[in-house]
């Protein structure tokens, strides 16, 4: 669809000795759904009785991010819990017991948000020279703070793997998803249209621009991973597993209705698992992020919590509970 072949990139996961399901699809179509749903390893369908199935209540959502099955069974067992700044509220965990980030705001989401819309926001750029002091207190939403956000996430990755202390950190980089901020080398992308974190339907662009601009912020994006994955598969000493997983697809053919859009783009997703001991007995080509933390725990944790059908559900932006079960629908070609 995009006319970029990625195996190239596939390939050097699997020589750097990670399982890659190459059938793998997205349980959910929306990170506010898909990744609550992996981080408690189970369909959150039942959320629809709770919040009611026409309803706008994302805080159920934030709660099983912010405190899933799998942080708590982790912090039970004694891991230390690290974080990485994401620029993305329903998986900012400032609560963890370590946390980074290129800055020290103590500002609120809503301040944020609303210096972001003022005069201050229109001329405000990260990037620009202020003072240390000045920037570290503004992370306003824009192109350049998304930017700079999303470079010391893959430059600082390492650094939780260094912890010593048996540890789950968790990192959510959002890219190569919109908006489109870093062109194939890591440098800035000129966007001449107001700052949107919104990607599928609220893009504000073409398919075409979409689809040239992901290519370019995905190749970067490998460029990225790959440094960071020899940088602490090589200096780290401890046992380790690390997930690499999409909470969904692209969406340059994301409409605003079902019929109007692409399953099939939308929920291929990467899904890659390094375990060090080489134990991927229980992974398959088809395994998808809710089963995820079931074979890792049973693998390493002596649990037996029974694999879950895999299936994939659709629901609107703006009603996020309207779940419709589109797992035998997906199909395998889209329009151009």
């Known amino acids: 669809m995009f006319g970029y072949d990625n195996s190239l990139f596939l390939e050097a996961l699997r020589e750097r000795g990670f399982y890659v399901a190459d059938q793998s699809r997205s349980n959910y179509i929306r990170a506010a759904v898909s990744i609550p749903s992996s981080l408690n390893m189970s369909y959150i369908n039942f959320v629809e009785e709770q919040a009611g199935w026409d309803s706008l209540n994302y805080l159920p959502l934030y709660d099983m991010t912010h405190h899933g099955q799998v942080r708590d069974l982790l912090e039970g067992a004694g891991y230390t819990i690290a974080a990485m700044d994401t620029d993305y509220p329903l998986t900012d965990w400032k609560n963890a017991d370590i946390y980074l980030s290129p800055y020290h705001s103590r500002l609120s989401e809503f301040e944020l948000?609303?210096?972001?819309?003022?005069a201050m926001g229109a001329v405000f750029d990260p990037e620009f020279p202020f003072t240390d002091e000045f920037r570290a207190f503004l992370p306003l939403p824009n192109y350049g703070t998304r930017r700079e956000k999303l470079r010391f996430?893959?430059?600082?990755?390492?650094?939780?793997?260094?912890?010593?202390?048996?540890?789950?950190?968790?990192?959510?980089?959002?890219?190569?998803?919109?908006?489109?901020?870093?062109?194939r080398d890591g440098g800035p992308l000129a966007i001449r249209r107001p700052y949107s974190p919104v990607d599928a339907e609220g893009f504000g662009g073409t398919v075409e621009e979409y689809r040239s601009l992901y290519i370019q912020q995905l190749q970067y994006t490998n460029q990225a991973i790959l440094q960071a994955l020899d940088s602490v598969l090589t200096n780290s000493d401890r046992p380790l597993v690390i997930i690499i997983q999409g909470?969904?697809?692209?969406?340059?053919?994301?409409g605003e209705t079902l019929e109007a859009s692409c399953m099939f783009e939308r929920t291929?997703?990467?899904n890659a698992y390094y375990m060090s001991d080489?134990?991927?007995?229980?992974?398959?080509?088809?395994?998808?992020?809710?089963?995820?933390?079931?074979?890792?725990f049973n693998t390493y944790l002596g649990t037996d919590y029974p694999l879950l059908p895999d299936r994939t559900y659709y629901s609107p932006y703006v009603n996020p509970y309207q779940f419709v079960d589109i797992t035998t629908d997906i199909g395998s070609t889209c329009r151009e």
Do not use: C
């Open 113 to 118: 948000v609303f210096l972001g819309k003022s």
């Open 153 to 183: 996430e893959f430059d600082h990755l390492p650094e939780l793997y260094s912890i010593d202390a048996p540890t789950f950190a968790f990192v959510h980089i959002i890219a190569p998803h919109p908006p489109f901020v870093l062109d």
């Open 247 to 254: 909470d969904h697809g692209s969406g340059s053919q994301m």
């Open 268 to 270: 291929s997703i990467l």
């Open 278 to 296: 080489g134990k991927t007995d229980l992974l398959y080509p088809s395994i998808t992020p809710v089963n995820s933390f079931r074979v890792i």
